[in-house]
């Protein structure tokens, strides 16, 4: 389930790098909202739609996201278009 949180990450998690904090809204492949992402100084903390932490991760200034689950496992991240899917926000 989390490499699917993170549709959104990727494209949005780039440009954060140096702010002080981003939020990013996170999607399944239906387009319905699964979480949400923290991007701070490239960290990323990664939550459930019930705001419970379900992993964490880096985002190198490439713009590449290393992300694990609560387990310390690192979890696969699959690039996708940001956003819900059909366009919907």
């Known amino acids: 389930m989390l490499p699917l949180l ?3 990450l990727l494209a949005l998690a780039a440009p ?3 702010q002080d ?3 990013v809204d996170l999607y399944d492949a239906t387009g319905r909202r699964t979480g949400y992402a923290i991007v701070q100084d490239g960290r990323v903390d990664v939550y459930d739609a019930q705001s419970r932490r379900t992993g ?3 985002v190198s200034p490439s713009g590449g996201v290393t992300v694990y689950g609560r387990d310390g496992r690192r979890q ?3 690039p996708r278009p940001s956003g819900p899917a059909g366009g919907r926000r």
């Open 6 to 8: 993170l549709t959104a």
């Open 21 to 23: 904090r981003t939020r």
């Open 56 to 58: 964490w991760g880096t």
């Open 16 to 18: 954060a790098l140096g």
């Open 76 to 78: 696969t991240v699959a």
